[in-house]
């Protein structure tokens, strides 16, 4: 009989045990995404930076040339010097991220894609997705070209309550077809909450940001109308902006209410920089029914045969939905399609489309037929 060397035995399997953990954990961490930031402008960031904080995602490399951003970050983050470049450029010759994620003015959109799409590299930008038609359309042309997932973040694909409102509407087929449609987006103002002053700054340029609460709110409204309505063009939009506060917001609207028309509905948008409160709902009026989305896990329900409104806490959504970097990671893993859905490029090219010709119409005083 053969002697078994159990000493030998148990240190071998032990090794094997240690290796198996170690691939274990080595493939846990390939699950996070790499991401690169091009720039830190934008007060989202701080979303991603706490995502960063909590070890849900790799920031391997961050294109800004504000010192100033780049020395806060790097204390609040706790970043190395070695993450952090002038530009995207000189970034992504040595760091290859498996999306990059601009937080940086709308206007300069289009150069993060210009810079990332011909390298195959994938983009989801804050939104709305460009300051203009011109703009979104040579950012599309580049991400169909080299055949890059563009992709447009929006706190509110994330909400439940939406998530749901939709079901109901599309699937459940729980108010009928829909009649109007309205969205209540906004805030006190963003100097009144205290944005930081390299936000503000672009925020509020017309150049930069393309328009005021108009676009900084309107893009909420005509992106959630447009996933609603298929993806359909409207037939016209008219809008209404107003400057309430001119000493606080002096080159750009502060409120602007947003009529868009499709064969049997209405969308009405209503963006603001003058609310009392934060707000950010959604209502849809059917034929035989009503939702509204309250906030991000609430709605409210009535039909047509009910005298009372019914109050009901939204499900849970699926993991994939859940969070823009979990979508990100089932989009770039080929788990989910875009298609027409909140973050798509064809949803968010019609979004331009409606907030180009609300500026216009708003400019001209007329109806701008689409």
Same mark, same amino acid.
């Given at each position: ?77 706790? !970043?190395? @010097? ?6 995207? #450029?000189?970034?992504? +010759?040595?760091? $290859? %991220? &498996? =999306? ?127 996933? !609603?309505? @298929? ?6 939009? #008219?809008?209404?902006? +107003?400057?309430? $506060? %001119? &000493? =606080? ?122």
């Amino acid at each position: 009989m053969q002697h078994i060397n159990f000493k030998k035995l148990y240190l071998s399997v032990g090794l094997i045990a240690i290796a198996t953990f170690s691939t274990s954990l080595s493939i846990h961490a390939q699950a996070k995404l790499n991401v690169v930031l091009a720039g830190l402008s934008h007060d989202h960031v701080n979303l991603i930076m706490n995502s960063y904080a909590k070890g849900e995602v790799n920031i391997i490399g961050i294109a800004e040339e504000n010192q100033d951003l780049v020395k806060r970050f790097k204390e609040r983050a706790k !970043l190395p @010097d070695s993450v952090f470049f002038t530009n995207l #450029t000189d970034l992504l +010759k040595v760091r $290859k %991220p &498996d =999306v990059v994620l601009a937080f940086n003015a709308i206007e300069d959109h289009l150069a993060v894609v210009e810079v990332a799409a011909p390298l195959g590299i994938s983009v989801m930008v804050e939104k709305p997705l460009a300051v203009s038609v011109k703009h979104a359309e040579r950012m599309a042309q580049l991400a169909r070209k080299y055949n890059i997932h563009l992709l447009t973040n929006y706190e509110t694909t994330w909400y439940d309550s939406n998530q749901e409102a939709y079901t109901r509407f599309k699937n459940d087929k729980a108010i009928g077809d829909i009649r109007k449609m309205v969205f209540h987006d906004g805030h006190q103002g963003p100097k009144e909450i205290g944005v930081s002053k390299e936000f503000l700054s672009w925020l509020t340029d017309p150049k930069k940001n393309g328009g005021g609460a108009i676009i900084d709110f309107g893009c909420y409204g005509a992106n959630m109308m447009t996933w !609603l309505m @298929d993806g359909a063009m409207p037939i016209s939009v #008219t809008a209404v902006t +107003k400057q309430i $506060k %001119p &000493d =606080v917001y002096p080159k750009v609207d502060d409120d602007a209410t947003i009529l868009v028309e499709y064969p049997n509905a209405t969308g009405i948008i209503e963006a603001s920089w003058n609310w009392p409160f934060n707000i950010k709902d959604m209502e849809l009026f059917g034929q035989s029914g009503y939702i509204q989305a309250v906030n991000a896990n609430t709605l409210r329900t009535k039909t047509s045969n009910s005298n009372n409104y019914t109050l009901i806490t939204a499900k849970p959504l699926a993991k994939a939905y859940s969070s823009h970097l979990d979508y990100l990671s089932a989009v770039l893993k080929g788990r989910v399609k875009p298609g027409k859905d909140l973050s798509s490029l064809e949803n968010n090219l019609i979004v331009v489309r409606i907030l180009e010709a609300a500026k216009q119409s708003a400019k001209l005083g007329k109806k701008i037929m689409l």
